[in-house]
């Protein structure tokens, strides 16, 4: 499996982003898929994630209304739409894909099964 991620950059306080994440080697469809993100000096934190077979979405509080997690099931591709950027969000996003199917669990990093590289989210204030 590969995954890539892209459409970081830096922006305004206020301003918005896309991240896409392309993907191949299993289908995001059948697995559930999520957005990681990681600051400089801190741990790697949980921001969203999509459920298998439209099984529904969830996210970090903090983030709750700004961003919208969703997947292209023809295109293998998901996205994370970043409304209203604030400083804190900035960090290297990271899309990643969970085969285990537990929702308990999914919320924690390392129950990702496989990680794409980064992308840079820079936001001014």
């Known amino acids: 499996v590969q995954l890539q991620a892209s459409g970081g950059g830096l922006v305004q306080a206020g301003g918005s982003l896309r991240l896409t994440c392309a993907g191949s080697?299993?289908?995001?469809?059948?697995?559930?898929m999520g957005w990681f993100r990681q600051a400089p000096g801190k741990e790697r934190e949980f921001v969203a994630v999509?459920?298998?077979?439209?099984?529904?979405?969830y996210y970090e509080d903090s983030v709750k209304g700004r961003f919208v997690i969703s997947r292209d099931n023809a295109e293998n591709t998901l996205y994370l739409q970043m409304n209203n950027l604030k400083p804190e969000d900035t960090a290297v996003y990271y899309c990643?894909?969970?085969?285990?199917?537990?929702?308990?669990?999914?919320?924690?990093?390392?129950?990702?099964?496989?990680w794409g590289k980064g992308t840079l989210v820079t936001v001014s204030s």
């Open positions: 080697g299993r289908t995001f469809r059948s697995n559930d």
């Open positions: 999509i459920r298998r077979y439209g099984g529904g979405t």
């Open positions: 990643a894909m969970n085969t285990d199917g537990i929702l308990s669990t999914i919320r924690r990093s390392d129950v990702y099964d496989y």
